[in-house]
T-cell receptor, first 110, second 113 residues
Framework: TQLLEQSPQFLSIQEGENLTVYCNSS?????LQWYRQEPGEGPVLLVT?????EVKKLKRLTFQFGDARKDSSLHITAAQTGDTGLYLC??????????FGKGTRLSVIA | DTAVSQTPKYLVTQMGNDKSIKCEQN?????MYWYKQDSKKFLKIMFS?????LIINETVPNRFSPKSPDKAHLNLHINSLELGDSAVYFC?????WGQGREYFGPGTRLTVT
């Protein structure tokens, strides 16, 4: 069974701070997705990474896929209150359904 | 324009009842999914349809029956509802099976009393 472990589980920071959340597995994934989910809504796809070592930027968000394609990180620079939400990583490997981590719940305080 | 839509948004019902949730996507995707998100926010896949054919059925009780009348629709019917069925159910779609990049609907919060 493929598992994705996300850390930390909860994170509360002040506006303007930087943060990194992690998504780790012992399995290799052909691609990995990051989603953000806000209360009462569905997960929204932020990015997909497919190549080992790949780095993608989305404004203040930087996503990195590990060289071995087993892990990923999300770095947010100068966090804003609008970044508050549940961040989910999800991986796909071969002919299997998307596997989700349990998420990091981020709270950015003004 | 809403890409993946679900109805209803909220559903409150009693144990033993039968209910349905509808999902539609206007993205032209070939694959659709149903997920269940529990109280701890863990998302787990229930079913996946590719071109109207069932390709994934993940240890879901027989009381749950998906139906895909066409590629743009995937409905979920639940018989004899139980307390443990209370959760948020999400419909999603993707261009192809096995490529990730899934787009989610807003969810249906089901409460069984």
């Amino acid at each position: 069974t493929q598992l994705l472990e996300q850390s930390p589980q909860f994170l509360s920071i002040q506006e303007g701070e930087n943060l990194t959340v992690y998504c780790n597995s012992s399995s290799v994934f052909s691609s990995l997705q990051w989603y953000r989910q806000e209360p009462g809504e569905g997960p929204v796809l932020l990015v997909t990474v497919v190549t080992g070592g790949e780095v993608k930027k989305l404004k203040r968000l930087t996503f990195q896929f590990g060289d071995a394609r087993k892990d990923s990180s999300l770095h947010i620079t100068a966090a804003q209150t609008g970044d508050t939400g549940l961040y989910l990583c999800a991986g796909v490997s071969g002919n299997t359904p998307l596997v989700f981590g349990k998420g990091t719940r981020l709270s950015v305080i003004a | 324009d809403t890409a993946v839509s679900q109805t209803p948004k909220y559903l409150v019902t009693q144990m033993g009842n039968d209910k349905s949730i509808k999902c539609e996507q206007n993205l032209g995707h070939d694959t659709m999914y149903w997920y269940k998100q529990d109280s701890k926010k863990f998302l787990k896949i229930m079913f996946s349809y590719n071109n109207k054919e069932l390709i994934i059925n993940e240890t879901v009780p027989n009381r749950f029956s998906p139906k895909s009348p066409d590629k743009a629709h995937l409905n979920l019917h639940i018989n004899s509802l139980e307390l443990g069925d209370s959760a948020v159910y999400f419909c999603a779609s993707s261009q192809e099976w096995g490529q990730g990049r899934e787009y989610f609907g807003p969810g249906t919060r089901l409460t069984v009393t």
